[in-house]
């Protein structure tokens, strides 16, 4: 090997060894900063520590935060009730009225004309309707009465309703002398009738087909103010026999549900103060007559 060739090999192998050591030199370098980087941070991170090494007070934990209590719901009451008008009232007037008084003229609680004026009258007869029943007795028709007054009766007629009544008949010729009970099956009206002069007009019913109301002249046989039927099991008050046991007395039935339903041969009566009075009038023996006019 001449000696030019190993000047050059020498010079190349200086120059790799001197830049491995600048390499070697450079990661050291790196490394140490790192290292104080991470100090450095570590230092900052330290909470006591400050910016120049010195040692501060520990800063205070904040307080731990107490739990709310629970919250107790909010009940709500319901609004009170608003009060429900009734449906009829004192100082009431018209047809809604007459209604109201032909229905507890049938169930014996209303006596006088039917005028339409819910007044004092009216008002103790609803009064007395509402404490047999047991409702709160206030003399007004609130809808509970109303609705057990209209099962209890049937619709009132025209007649009822204007105090009419029904239309009696010619009279009979044998109603025409001495004091009579004349029954009219054709105009369905009782009369009591002395000496051929009209003195009371009452409206009545009769038997159904099966057990008919006997027809013809016949006389007062037996009077009981307060008669109940053993055959029936019903009540017959101020009955006045006239024909075996078929008799004039008041009936709550057809006060109650009027041509709906029949007697089982008797004559029925629905005005109670009316028939009432009829039996302090009639003594045993007055005649009774039962005719088609």
Not at 61 to 75: F, M, Q
Not at 140 to 158: F, H, I, K, N
Request: glycine share 10%; aromatic share 8%.
């Amino acid at each position: 090997m001449s000696l030019l060739r190993r000047f050059v090999l020498g010079l190349l192998t200086v120059a790799l060894l001197a830049g491995a050591a600048v390499a070697a030199g450079y990661a050291m370098r790196v490394q140490s900063d790192a290292g104080d980087h991470s100090t450095e941070v570590a230092t900052y991170a330290d909470p006591t520590s400050t910016p120049d090494g010195t040692q501060s007070s520990p800063r205070p934990r904040p307080a731990p935060v107490e739990p709310s209590p629970p919250v107790a719901p909010v009940v709500v009451a319901p609004p009170e009730p608003l009060p429900v008008p009734p449906l009829l009232a004192p100082g009431d007037k018209g047809d809604e009225v007459r209604d109201l008084q032909a229905r507890l003229k049938q169930l014996a609680w209303y006596f006088p004309d039917v005028d339409g004026v819910y007044g004092d009258v009216t008002i103790e007869a609803v009064r007395g309707f509402q404490e047999k029943r047991g409702f709160d007795v206030t003399g007004e028709v609130d809808r509970r009465t109303m609705q057990r007054l209209g099962r209890m009766t049937s619709t009132p007629t025209r007649s009822e309703l204007h105090n009419l009544g029904n239309i009696p008949g010619a009279l009979d010729a044998r109603c025409r002398t001495g004091r009579v009970m004349c029954v009219d099956k054709t105009s369905r009206t009782i009369r009591w009738v002395i000496d051929g002069k009209v003195v009371k007009t009452m409206d009545v019913r009769f038997g159904g087909s099966s057990t008919p109301t006997r027809e013809g002249a016949f006389t007062v046989g037996y009077k009981n103010r307060d008669h109940h039927s053993k055959l029936y099991d019903t009540d017959m008050p101020f009955a006045m026999f006239f024909s075996g046991g078929q008799a004039v007395h008041y009936s709550p039935d057809f006060a109650s549900v009027g041509y709906d339903g029949a007697s089982h041969g008797c004559v029925n009566v629905r005005d109670y103060a009316g028939v009432a009075w009829l039996f302090d009038q009639v003594a045993v023996g007055d005649k009774v007559v039962v005719y088609w006019s």
